[in-house]
């Protein structure tokens, strides 16, 4: 799943996300937190078409009391 569509559908699903950082001295992937009823993760999300590991968009849904398999795409993605 690509990471701008993985942010897209945080949001739709009720999910606020805060940072948009990245770590000092550090190129690539931006951290993010994500916040959704009472519960919070944070995320890896780079350039809207980098390509996110789905162990982490699984993980990033259960902390999130979100359904994966609500995800867009293909299931075999997550």
Not at 33 to 46: C, F, N, P, S, Y
Not at 50 to 63: I, N
């Given at each position: 799943?690509?990471?701008g569509?993985?942010?897209?559908?945080?949001?739709?699903?009720?999910?606020?996300?805060?940072?948009?950082?990245?770590?000092?001295?550090?190129e690539?992937?931006?951290?993010v937190i994500?916040?959704?009823?009472?519960?919070t993760?944070?995320?890896?999300?780079?350039?809207?078409?980098?390509?996110?590991?789905?162990?982490?968009?699984?993980?990033?849904c259960?902390?999130?009391g979100?359904?994966p398999?609500?995800?867009?795409?293909?299931?075999s993605?997550?």
């Amino acid at each position: 799943m690509e990471s701008g569509t993985f942010r897209k559908w945080l949001v739709e699903h009720g999910c606020r996300i805060d940072g948009d950082r990245h770590p000092t001295g550090h190129e690539g992937p931006v951290t993010v937190i994500v916040h959704r009823e009472g519960k919070t993760t944070q995320v890896m999300l780079g350039s809207p078409h980098h390509d996110l590991d789905p162990r982490a968009v699984q993980a990033a849904c259960e902390a999130l009391g979100l359904d994966p398999s609500e995800l867009p795409g293909p299931t075999s993605r997550v």
